[in-house]
Structure formats: structure tokens, C-alpha cells
């Protein structure tokens, strides 16, 4: 369409002979651009950038030379120059709508700028010269848009990519533990941060009450940018992505400032309450804190353990919160399920048919601190019964509920058989 509009002005004699006339205002309507777009558009003034506006005021003195060569009878371009800029403006991470405002800034002053030109150039036909200076600069800035669009978009959704390979990279280090002495490991940690003194790291992981939901990429995603945003507010730096259909985040803030001066308190017991926002429908589990990125595989195992406990009621568990007996049941299950001792069946086996009497008798006593008339009371029998299924445990196993080490023996194996 552009080099429609071009074989049209050259038709109306304004191309080539408005380029001397172009020639004498090129400079006027270089200074224009560059006045007119950092006063109308915020952007580029209030930008922190120092590269923004020098790389506008070159980029808008490219366009006035491009459109002088066009006026020459030059052929349309690859406008490659549109392009290099638009990736700059990507990895600058500038607005497009505020590059996409500019052009549109830019063609009022080009108008001006063709028109005067197409004027000077006397031409035979002045209206239709005029209206093709118009429709010139209506497709020049359309085709320019349209390119550093595409562009911006194709070049930011790489760098997204890149910048997520790298994050996961990164996180994968960090949980799968490395080896100090690869130079490429330690200086990718230490560009990012994570070789630095002084700080306290944890390990988070979540998943959907529905665990189903965690195989949709978008529902996982979803869950991971809700932890980033909830901790968003905070000095707590946060690098989550999903990793076994989990999402898993590091999460670390500065322990102290100096060595003089006062630890904050635990990052688990900050983040405990910040995580809670995340509702009913997700289930977090939360790893103690430690003192160096060496230790972040075992403080994934600790998370992974914590969500393993964590329920619609309780959707945040810390690790350091479990209690000892909870940890043993836990880690103690798969043996005994595997190598069971070889009372347990016969108990198990019992204690249905009782209806559960048998261990509501055990836990009892527990309760009671083995006191058995105390346990009777609780159980809301008569104390002769308590001691007749106690006698019947002894039968089956070998073990009396009324010692310590033998009561404790049946609770657990009870617990690990039964969880």
C-alpha cells in the first residue's frame, strides 16, 4: 500500500522535486519531533531510563532521513531501523502504547512537514498532490506501527521465554543442590543474588486441594504468581515455578543487616500469614528457615512433608510446627507397611471386629497418663472393661498398654498401619 501511495505522488511530480524543499526543513522537523513527544506523552519524560529519550531523538531523525530517501524516488524498505528500535524498547521494557502515542504524534508534524514540501514543489494538480502527502503519511505511520508492534510483541515474548528458562534453571540449581566448585553454577547464583551473606531462605510448595487441577499448566501458573503477588508488598524475594506438579517458590529475605545487629524474626513465621490470603482451594506447606542456599534440598523435602499435612481446615503448615510424633507416623509409615510387626494384622484384624474398641481403649489410657481408672472415665465404662481390653492386647502382642514403652509401641505401629 505504501508504495502505492509513492507511485501515486510520483505521478503528481512531487516526488522527486519536494525533496529540495524537504531537504531545507529537515532539521525543523527533526526538532519538532524531538520537542513535541517527550511534552505530549509523560512517558518518555518521566521514564528512569537515561537511554530513553536519546534513543527517541535518533530514532526520530532516522525517520526523517528514511522519508527525505522515499521523496527521492528511494524504493521502500525493510525498515530494519523500526525494528532495532522496537527491540530496544522491549528489552528496555518501555511501554509500547507510549512508542505506538509517539508515531502518532510524529505524523501530525510529518504532515505539516509534506505538505509544505508538496506545496513548494508546484505542482500541476495541488489538490490531489496534497491529498496524496496525506495518504502517504497515513500509510507511513500505519506501517511503522504495525512493525514495531509485531516486533515488540515477538522480541518481549522471547525475552519472557529466555528469562524463564533461566528462572527455572535457577530454581532447579537451587533445590537440586550443586557442586561449589562449577564456576558457571556459582556465577549464575551469584549474579542473582543468591551467594549473599546474611540471609534466610525457605522453601515453599503448594497445589490445589484438587490435585487434579495442578496437571492444567494455566491453574499451576496461576497459584505461582498468586504467592509472588501475596509477598509482592515485602522485602521477601521470591522465584517460584512448577516443578513435579507442585509450585514451588525460594523465598529469601536479609536475616540481618550486620552482625551487629538484631536477626529478624523467622521468614516461615512472616510467611505463614501472608500465604493464608491464597484461601481454602490451594494447600501450602512451608520449610523451616535456613541459613544458606546449601541447604534448600533438604528444606524442599521439609515443605513437601508440611503439605502432606495440610488440609481444607488448615491450608498453611509450617514444618517446624509438626509435632515430633506427627513426623515419626510420617516418615515410620512406608517401614512398618512394608515389614509390619507380626501382631499388627491380628490387632488390626481385632480392633475392627470391636469397632474400633481396642485402640479408643489404647489412646485412652494415653490420655489418661496410663491411669486407668481416669481412662475409664473418659471412655465412660467401667473400669473392669478397660482392664479386659487391655489384657486382650497383651494376649494378642505381647505388649501391655499400661507400660510406657509398650503402650508407645502400639500407638505408632497403630498409627503408621493405619495411615
Known sequence: ???????????????????????????????????????????????????????????????????????????????????????????????????????????????????????????????????????????????????????????????????????????????SGFDESDGRVARLLKRAGYLEQRQSY??????????????????????????????????????????????????????RQSGWTAPQADLAERIHPILLVLGPAVLVGISADHPSTSFLPRALHEATIALDFASVSKGVVQFSELPIRDLLVHRGTDYVRSTPPAWAAVLASADAKASGALMQTLRAVADADMNVQKAARILRKHPNTVYTRIERIRDMTGLDGQRYHDLTELLLAADCWRG
Open 1 to 175: 500500500m505504501l508504495g502505492q501511495v509513492l507511485a501515486l505522488l510520483t505521478q503528481t511530480g512531487v516526488i522527486p522535486r519536494a525533496a529540495a524543499a524537504l531537504d531545507r526543513s529537515m532539521q525543523e522537523a527533526g526538532s519538532a519531533l524531538r520537542e513535541a513527544v517527550p511534552v505530549e506523552i509523560p512517558a518518555f519524560s518521566a521514564s528512569g531510563n537515561p537511554e530513553i529519550l536519546p534513543e527517541f531523538n535518533r530514532h526520530a531523525g532516522e525517520h526523517v532521513q528514511e522519508i527525505r530517501r522515499l521523496f527521492g524516488g528511494g524504493e521502500v524498505g525493510d525498515f530494519a531501523f523500526v525494528r532495532t528500535h522496537a527491540h530496544h524498547r522491549a528489552e528496555q521494557r518501555f511501554p509500547l502504547e507510549a512508542t505506538l502515542h509517539a508515531y502518532r504524534c510524529g505524523h501530525r508534524i510529518l504532515s505539516h512537514w509534506l505538505r509544505h514540501a508538496a506545496i513548494e514543489s508546484g505542482p500541476a494538480n495541488l489538490e490531489k498532490a496534497v491529498s496524496a502527502v496525506a495518504d502517504f503519511a497515513i500509510e507511513y505511520t500505519n506501517t511503522i506501527s504495525t512493525i514495531t508492534t509485531s516486533e515488540y510483541v515477538a522480541h518481549t515474548r522471547r525475552l519472557a521465554e529466555a528469562e524463564g528458562d533461566l528462572r527455572t534453571e535457577l530454581l532447579n540449581i537451587l533445590l
Open 202 to 255: 525457605c522453601v515453599v510448595v503448594a497445589q490445589s486441594v484438587n490435585a487434579s487441577e495442578m496437571e492444567n499448566h494455566a491453574r499451576a501458573q496461576r497459584i505461582a504468581s498468586a504467592i509472588s503477588d501475596a509477598v509482592a508488598a515485602t522485602s521477601i524475594r521470591t522465584l517460584a515455578g512448577i516443578r513435579n506438579n507442585l509450585v514451588t517458590a525460594v523465598l529469601s529475605d536479609r536475616r
